[in-house]
């Protein structure tokens, strides 16, 4: 053993130093396969091994020295498994310092080429700049850290003296400027007296630093298209360089743009600059008009209130300029906000007189069309146009959505290894997952070997496959839980195919899983790992020659003449039926079609077999009339459902899963929970269930039953909106799936509607419209859940504003008025019964739920009654609520043609 290998193996880094600077170029090569060799031994242990800890330090010290390429040497020097113990910085640089300035200059620009995710020490690409005198390197990682070298207050002085001694100033300050992500440095920037914006003021005041590069360098990144990191950086700078009157005023396309295109906070700063210009008599009509155009149709209230406001003192000032504004004020009448267009119509009216020409006048009447009805009648009698009627209200809905037949199963090994490959890596869809699961089915009994064969580039990548031996070629996954996705029951499938679970294990997982009692989700989930232990124990044991429960539809339903087509398939090859595998296609097989139903129920009872029985009895059942199905109730003395009850608790409203007897009798024992009465709140502490993803399988787990799996997900649904949760995607496919849409659907809409985020919104916002598009949509009941929820405060009324504006903008202004006419009588009641100084809080965001009705009703021609919304209209004042509960009065109190 070299002394350099021995130096650096008992980990003294002072003394591998001083072995490896009295090497030659040669001697240090010869040292690097015993370097590599350790670097690969090291690789076994943790990182935060008290051996390794100790070792890598002086191995990255020997590495970076030895390796005589400045390629390799650099790679050594960032290498992932040497990250957390590094040599100190400047022992890295007294081992390098003997290089030529060539290599040493390669090293650093090497260094500095790597993103700043490597975390590439400044202080070591800083000192190899220095030592080799070469040009500062302005990359990301160089620059992000320099900014934190400088911003360090360990240092001493403040951030300006550290920049003033800075060699390089000028080009890293640029790279700054330059920064593909400002966010990487935002919070080492500051702001105050001590801060970079008021420094490089200073700087750029002294001359130190261009200020016209400044202005421009911040004008020119705001301008791209800033982010909230960008602009909290690079609009302080503006400010404090504190530009003159001439040099906004040489701007004024620049400010233009901002105001119309950045963000809120940038826009403001622009309307500012250019709202002062504006009154000094810098900008002349057409660049105030041009300026106007684009802030009067951003959605920030304050900012088109702000120029409404400008327009009106130009007007003031300068009347000849009405020609050019007003028509641009007339933009304002296509806000959504009626205070605004309300505001731009008054101001329409005060400057009106001062139009000279047809032209001006012409425009405007085209605006006014964009106006409530109110409003536009009274614009039209001002302008001395006639009332435009409109055209009779159409409701616009979504073409119901049509199930898509799923494909057949993969033909080939190939296909079905492509296709796992493809769901373990980023999931699936309910369809694709089954096709999958019959394609593993069907080639595992036909060629097991070519299959396994095929499968080998994706169990190569797999956790589980443990290619070093770890787990000895033992048992690879645990059985004693359940799944929280799909993933996790392919890895259980594969692995069971290549023999690594043992069968007995997967049996005693299908009969002795968790109790479907353990949470509300428990008899769904239940099912869905019965199902996938049962076909892992089959692959293992006696594979099958196909799937039965594999669906026919996207929407997991079966088709009952597809199902009787593949028990004769299994009766003609002697196959013997998988219990959970044919009571998930009991659960799935479609018998509300009466006429296809009776004709596969007769060619089942002639099939001869205890599944062609029990499927016949099936398909017969679901035909029944529910007068025939008590009497069979009656005469079998089975237990009637019981009806679904609602429970409160806090702000919460949630539905107990009714008794369903057809799901208690006749199905494997790993099913009968579907049928018991469940409690949203049991054991709720146990549940492990957090992964979204696996909620549209269990909905395929009973796609004609979508109220029972509602009320399991009703609590989940509820945490949407109470606590700010995630996980609303599911209830598109709850609005497509079959059965009854009751309380539990209709609450999972509801807390949807009120959910945090607003791709939950936009979700719930979907499945409203497919069940009004299918006809399925009790608006009266919806909208009373609503009112209950709002008035429990589980759903805020500016949630459910932006998420009735949603619906109604694609024209469904009808249900959306209705829903939100039967919704707000209890915030109004609320209100009406709230003590004065508690009204500011019940009114909170009533005045957006009552604009979007009012606006629903004004588009709809809706009629009727609001409770308590006389007395809200009659208040006094002009506030928002007050403004909207009377527009909302006047639309719904219009009298028809009639």
């Given at each position: 053993m070299s002394a350099l290998t021995e130096a650096v193996r008992a980990g003294r880094t002072a003394e591998t130093l001083r072995v490896v600077r009295g090497l030659t170029d040669a001697e240090r090569r010869a040292c690097l396969p015993d370097l590599r060799a350790l670097r690969t031994e090291l690789r076994e242990f943790s990182p935060w091994d008290r051996r390794s800890e100790r070792v890598r330090p002086a191995l990255h010290l020997a590495g970076a020295a030895c390796h005589t390429g400045a390629a390799a040497a650099a790679a050594w020097l960032v290498a992932r498994d040497l990250r957390w113990q590094q040599a100190p910085v400047d022992t890295l640089l007294s081992a390098l310092e003997s290089r030529d300035s060539g290599w040493l200059a390669d090293v650093a620009r090497r260094l500095a080429q790597r993103p700043a995710s490597a975390g590439v020490p400044y202080e070591l690409m800083a000192g190899l700049v220095s030592r080799s005198g070469c040009e500062v390197p302005v990359t990301d990682a160089y620059v992000i850290g320099w900014v934190g070298h400088v911003g360090g207050g360990w240092r001493g002085g403040n951030v300006l003296g550290r920049l003033r001694r800075e060699p390089d100033l000028a080009a890293l300050v640029a790279g700054l400027f330059a920064l593909t992500d400002l966010s990487e440095v935002r919070w080492l920037l500051g702001d105050g007296p001590d801060g970079w914006p008021s420094a490089l003021a200073s700087l750029a005041r002294e001359g130190v630093l261009d200020r016209a590069f400044l202005v421009d360098a911040c004008v020119a990144r705001l301008l791209r298209g800033a982010d909230g990191a960008d602009h909290r950086i690079l609009l302080p700078v503006l400010t404090e360089l504190g530009l003159t009157r001439e040099e906004e005023r040489a701007r004024t396309a620049d400010w233009t743009a901002l105001a119309r295109d950045a963000a809120s906070p940038v826009a403001s700063h622009a309307q500012t600059v250019l709202g002062a210009l504006a009154l000094d008599g810098g900008l002349t009509a057409g660049q105030l008009a041009e300026a106007s155009e684009g802030l009067l149709f951003r959605g920030e209230k304050k900012l088109v209130r702000a120029q409404l406001v400008l327009l009106g003192k130009v007007l003031v000032r300068d009347p000849g300029k009405a020609a050019e504004l007003l028509p641009v004020v007339g933009q304002a009448f296509g806000h959504e906000d009626t205070q605004l267009q309300e505001r731009a119509l008054k101001l329409v009216e005060?400057?009106?007189?001062?139009?000279?020409?047809?032209?001006?006048?012409?425009?405007?009447?085209?605006?006014?069309?964009?106006?409530?009805?109110?409003?536009?009648?009274?614009?039209?009698?001002?302008l001395g146009v006639p009332v435009e009627s409109g055209a009779a209200y159409e409701e616009v809905l979504p073409p119901v959505p049509e199930p898509v037949r799923l494909a057949p199963a993969p033909a080939t090994a190939e296909e079905v290894a492509?296709?796992?490959?493809?769901?373990?890596?980023?999931?699936?869809?309910?369809?694709?997952f089954e096709r999958a699961l019959d394609g593993l089915a069907r080639h595992a009994y036909r060629d097991p070997d070519a299959l396994r064969e095929a499968l080998a580039p994706v169990v190569s990548q797999r956790w589980w496959a443990a290619a070093n031996g770890r787990y000895g070629g033992g048992p690879a996954v645990d059985t004693r839980y359940g799944h929280c996705n799909a993933q996790e029951g392919l890895d259980l499938l594969l692995a069971a195919l290549h023999g690594r679970v043992r069968p007995a294990d997967l049996l005693r997982a299908v009969n002795d899983g968790p109790s479907e009692q353990g949470c509300a989700h428990s008899a769904l989930a239940r099912v869905f790992d019965a199902r996938l232990h049962a076909l892992a124990y089959r692959l293992c044991t006696e594979p099958l020659p196909l799937l039965l429960a594999t669906p026919t539809w996207s929407t997991g339903l079966l088709d009952p003449g597809e199902l009787v087509d593949r028990l004769t398939e299994y009766r003609r090859l002697g196959a013997r039926v998988c219990p959970t595998d044919f009571g998930q296609a009991l659960l799935r097989v479609r018998a509300d079609d009466g006429a296809a139903a009776r004709d596969a129920a007769v060619r089942a009872e002639a099939l001869g077999t205890r599944e062609g029985a029990r499927l016949a009895r099936r398909l017969v059942s679901g035909t029944e009339s529910p007068a025939a199905r008590a009497a069979r109730w009656l005469r079998t003395g089975a237990t009637a459902p019981a009806a679904a009850r609602r429970h409160s608790r806090g702000p919460r409203i949630l539905v107990e899963a009714a008794e369903v007897p057809e799901l208690r009798h006749g199905f494997p024992p790993e099913f009968r929970g579907l049928g018991h009465p469940a409690s949203p709140y049991a054991w709720s502490r146990h549940c492990h269930h957090w992964d979204d993803s696996i909620r549209p399988h269990w909905l395929a787990v009973l796609p004609e039953h979508r109220e029972l799996v509602a009320a399991r997900l009703l609590p989940d649904l509820a945490a949407t909106a109470v606590d700010d949760g995630r996980g609303a995607g599911v209830l598109p496919l709850l609005a497509e799936a079959g059965g009854e849409a009751g309380d539990a659907v209709r609450l999972c809409v509801a807390y949807g509607l009120g959910a945090r985020h607003q791709e939950d919104r936009l979700a719930a916002v979907d499945a409203l419209l497919v069940l009004a598009a299918r006809g399925q949509l009790d608006t009266a009941r919806l909208g009373a859940d609503l009112g209950e929820l709002l008035g429990s405060g589980a759903v805020k009324p500016q949630r459910l504003a932006d998420s009735a504006r949603t619906a109604a903008s694609t024209g469904a202004e009808a249900t959306t008025g209705e829903v939100l006419r039967h919704a707000l009588p209890v915030p109004l009641a609320a209100l009406a019964a709230a003590r004065p100084e508690a009204a500011a809080v019940a009114a909170r965001g009533l005045g957006d739920l009552l604009a979007v009705a009012a606006e629903c009703a004004e588009r709809s021609g809706a009629r009727g009654e609001v409770p308590y919304l006389a007395e809200t209209a009659a208040r006094g004042g002009s506030s928002r609520l007050v403004t909207q509960a009377r527009r909302l009065w006047d639309a719904l109190a219009l009298e028809t043609a009639a």
């Open positions: 005060r400057h009106l007189k001062k139009l000279d020409g047809p032209e001006a006048r012409d425009e405007l009447a085209r605006c006014a069309d964009r106006l409530p009805p109110a409003l536009r009648a009274r614009a039209a009698a001002l492509e296709e796992l490959g493809a769901l373990l890596a980023s999931g699936g869809d309910v369809a694709t």
